[in-house]
T-cell receptor, first 110, second 115 residues
Framework: QKEVEQNSGPLSVPEGAIASLNCTYSDRGSQSFFWYRQYSGKSPELIMFIYSNGDKEDGRFTAQLNKASQYVSLLIRDSQPSDSATYLC??????????FGTGTLLAVQP | EAGVTQFPSHSVIEKGQTVTLRCDPI?????LYWYRRVMGKEIKFLLHFVKESKQDESGMPNNRFLAERTGGTYSTLKVQPAELEDSGVYFC?????????????FGPGTRLTVL
C-alpha cells in the first residue's frame, strides 16, 4: 500500500462545476496535509494546507480533512479552464519531509 | 519576494558523467529540501537541510549523490557518476524555520536526462 494514494484521473468536469479531488494516507501520525497544483513543466504551487479535522475554505477552494478515515479532499467550486492541472496531495511525515501522492490530473472543459 | 530558483532547468549528460544541480531557496528560509520525481512516479524526498546541517538524508538513493549547503544559503546536489536511473526532475523546496505547519515552497525543478 502506498503511503499517500490519489486517483490519477483524468478527472473531467465542465466549466462552472465543482471538482472533487480525493486523497487517502496510511500514517495515522501525520499532522499536516497539503494540496499543490502543478501545471505541466512548472513547479508545484502550494494552494491549501489543513491540519485540523473539518473544512478549511480559501476563495473557490475548500480542503476537507477526516483523520479518523485518513482522508483529505480538495473541492474547487466554479471550476475554470485555468484550473486544469495536476493536483498533488502531500502529507507531512517524520522530520517534516513531505510524502506525495502521484497526483490527479484535472481537466475543466469549457 | 523571489521564489525558489534552480539551475540548470535542463541537463542532458551521458552515463558516467558528473552533474551538479543548484538551488537558491527563498531568502531567510532555513529549511531546504531536495525531492525527485522519476517518470510515472510520485515526488520523493531526498534530504533536508536546516541551515548548513543535514537534518535528514534518509531519501538519498546511494553514495553517488552528494548534497551540500555551505554557509546555509544555496545548496548543490552532485551526482557522480550518473546512471540511467538517475533521470528525472529534481525539485528543491524551502520553508521558514518558525513555520508551525512547515509550508514548503517549490522551485521549478531541474530535468536531468542521463543517456
Amino acid at each position: 500500500q502506498k503511503e499517500v494514494e490519489q486517483n490519477s484521473g483524468p478527472l473531467s468536469v465542465p466549466e462552472g462545476a465543482i471538482a472533487s479531488l480525493n486523497c487517502t494516507y496510511s500514517d495515522r501520525g501525520s499532522q499536516s496535509f497539503f494540496w499543490y497544483r502543478q501545471y505541466s513543466g512548472k513547479s508545484p504551487e502550494l494552494i491549501m494546507f489543513i491540519y485540523s479535522n473539518g473544512d478549511k475554505e480559501d476563495g473557490r477552494f475548500t480542503a476537507q480533512l477526516n483523520k479518523a478515515s485518513q482522508y483529505v479532499s480538495l473541492l474547487i467550486r466554479d471550476s475554470q479552464p485555468s484550473d486544469s492541472a495536476t493536483y498533488l496531495c502531500a502529507v507531512n511525515g517524520a522530520t517534516n519531509k513531505l510524502i506525495f501522492g502521484t497526483g490527479t490530473l484535472l481537466a475543466v472543459q469549457p | 519576494e523571489a521564489g525558489v530558483t534552480q539551475f540548470p532547468s535542463h541537463s542532458v549528460i551521458e552515463k558516467g558523467q558528473t552533474v551538479t544541480l543548484r538551488c537558491d531557496p527563498i531568502s531567510g528560509h532555513d529549511n531546504l529540501y531536495w525531492y525527485r520525481r522519476v517518470m510515472g512516479k510520485e515526488i520523493k524526498f531526498l534530504l533536508h537541510f536546516v541551515k548548513e546541517s543535514k537534518q535528514d538524508e534518509s531519501g538519498m538513493p546511494n553514495n553517488r549523490f552528494l548534497a551540500e549547503r555551505t554557509g546555509g544559503t544555496y545548496s548543490t546536489l552532485k551526482v557522480q557518476p550518473a546512471e540511467l536511473e538517475d533521470s528525472g526532475v529534481y525539485f528543491c523546496a524551502s520553508s521558514q524555520a518558525d513555520s508551525p505547519y512547515n509550508e514548503q515552497f517549490f522551485g521549478p525543478g531541474t530535468r536531468l536526462t542521463v543517456l
